[in-house]
């Protein structure tokens, strides 16, 4: 089994900062591809960010230039520094890899529980 675990929500203010993290673990032989997604009531689930194994990015338009990726990947975890939050940005964030399991030798897409994001005054 993967599992993915989301940590570093909470409630800021606009303009605040936080960090996300998600640390993946189980029988990984190897990640390609990290992303956050995040959705909000009544929304669909969007992409916000990718990064690959060699560190390449992409980012939705609404958060370029404020949002940044990252990852570890000795540590098979993925960062999401987000810097001048908006209320728009509140939102469940979930984290996603594209992960080979050693133990099956598949490669499958595995989701995080996810972790609330609040901007609010």
């Known amino acids: 089994q993967v599992q993915l675990v989301e940590s570093g929500g909470g409630l800021v203010q606009p303009g605040g900062s936080l960090r996300l993290s998600c640390a993946a673990s189980?029988?990984?032989?190897?990640?390609?591809?990290m992303g956050w997604y995040r959705q909000a009531p009544g929304k669909q689930r969007d992409l916000v960010a990718t990064?690959?194994?060699?560190?390449?990015?992409n980012y939705a338009d609404s958060v370029k230039g404020r949002f940044t990726i990252s990852r570890d990947n000795a540590k098979n975890t993925v960062y999401l520094q987000m810097n001048s939050l908006k209320p728009e940005d509140t939102a469940v964030y979930y984290c996603?890899?594209?992960?080979?399991?050693?133990?099956?030798?598949?490669?499958?897409?595995?989701w995080g529980q996810g972790t609330q994001v609040t901007v609010s005054s």
């Open positions: 996603n890899g594209q992960v080979l399991d050693v133990n099956s030798g598949k490669r499958s897409n595995y």
């Open positions: 189980g029988s990984i032989f190897s990640i390609n591809v």
């Open positions: 990064i690959t194994s060699g560190g390449g990015t």
